[in-house]
């Protein structure tokens, strides 16, 4: 729960930075860096910022924090500066189809890493015998293992619908 919420506050503060700020310059693809980007490409800048959620599991959660609030933000501000430019249905075209795998399993990939320090918390306040128990790692591992999972359902669908979509528009 505390992902979703660092994930919205960023978002909000996105759209409303975006409000008084052109980011326009800060969104698209640049046809010379790679025009034809694929699965992989998607996979492989989204599986990094997965791994940087994971590593609040050693950083006491403060790396996740921050990059589910910046991924919120980043989000909030592209959506708000491309509805401007092309309008409200068209952006949610263009996000939706792989935002509704990638979002969650960014979320996700912050419940992992906020999952160890949560259990080193409640060992620290007396509420439970051992730091970090074997249900609490299993728990980790499949919290990595489907955000990994929709990380890469949303890279086929980034990659296969959503710029075909985009060159339609």
């Keep these: 729960m505390i992902s979703v919420f660092f994930f919205l506050l960023g978002l909000i503060f996105g759209v409303f930075s975006a409000l008084f700020n052109d980011y326009s310059a800060y969104f698209g693809f640049d046809p010379f860096d790679n025009s034809n980007p694929g699965v992989l490409f998607f996979f492989k800048h989204n599986i990094k910022v997965a791994f940087l959620l994971w590593c609040g599991a050693v950083t006491l959660g403060v790396i996740t924090l921050v990059n589910l609030f910046s991924n919120g933000f980043i989000l909030g501000s592209a959506v708000r500066t491309t509805s401007t430019q092309i309008g409200v249905f068209r952006t949610l075209l263009l ?45 980790f591992f499949k919290l990595v293992g ?12 980034e990659s296969k619908i959503t710029l075909k979509l985009a060159e339609k528009l």
């Design 95 to 139: 996000v939706l189809p792989h935002g509704i795998f990638e979002i969650p399993g960014l979320i996700i990939a912050g419940s992992a890493g906020f999952k160890i320090p949560y259990e080193l918390l409640r060992f620290a306040l007396g509420k439970k015998e051992e730091m970090i128990t074997e249900e609490d790692a299993k728990e």
């Design 146 to 157: 489907v955000s990994i999972a929709l990380i890469l359902i949303a890279a086929i669908i």
